[in-house]
């Protein structure tokens, strides 16, 4: 009977052998301000939020309700959306109001 020797992966290992002294705590946020300097909406829905600066109305609605804060302002007025942060949920385009209609979502096309 042949045996197969699993060997740990050295990345895991090295987790496994650090101290516990050097550590994270868990449920911490070791520094504020993280998101901003990472791409997160690189992993987005498969829809992406266009928006209709003419028809936009400026109502703020959008800006309020992105859980992502990918909805750009300029001054008072929605400037765009910021691709490299929003994840497609749609509640900007949910929360427009009806009659101004002014974001769509549609589907994007994965590079692979
Ligand atoms: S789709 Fe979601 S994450 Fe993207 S801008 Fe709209 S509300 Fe924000
Ligand atoms: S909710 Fe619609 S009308 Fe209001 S600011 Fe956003 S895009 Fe413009």
Redesign the pocket.
């Known amino acids: 009977m042949s045996v197969v020797k699993k060997t740990m992966p050295a990345e895991k290992e090295a987790s496994v052998t650090l101290p516990w002294t050097r550590m994270a705590e868990g449920g911490l946020v070791p520094r504020g301000g993280t998101a901003a300097s990472v791409r997160t909406g690189a992993w987005r829905t498969g829809q992406m939020p266009v ?2 600066l003419e ?9 309020i309700w992105c859980p992502d804060s990918a ?1 750009l302002l300029d001054g008072e007025k ?1 400037s765009g959306i910021d691709y490299d942060h929003c994840k497609g949920c749609g509640i ?1 385009a949910q ?3 009806p009659k ?1 209609h ?2 769509q979502m549609v589907a994007e096309e994965v590079e692979g």
């Open positions: 928006l209709d028809a936009c109305i400026h109502c703020l609605r959008c800006w909805v929605v900007c929360v427009c109001p101004v002014a974001i």
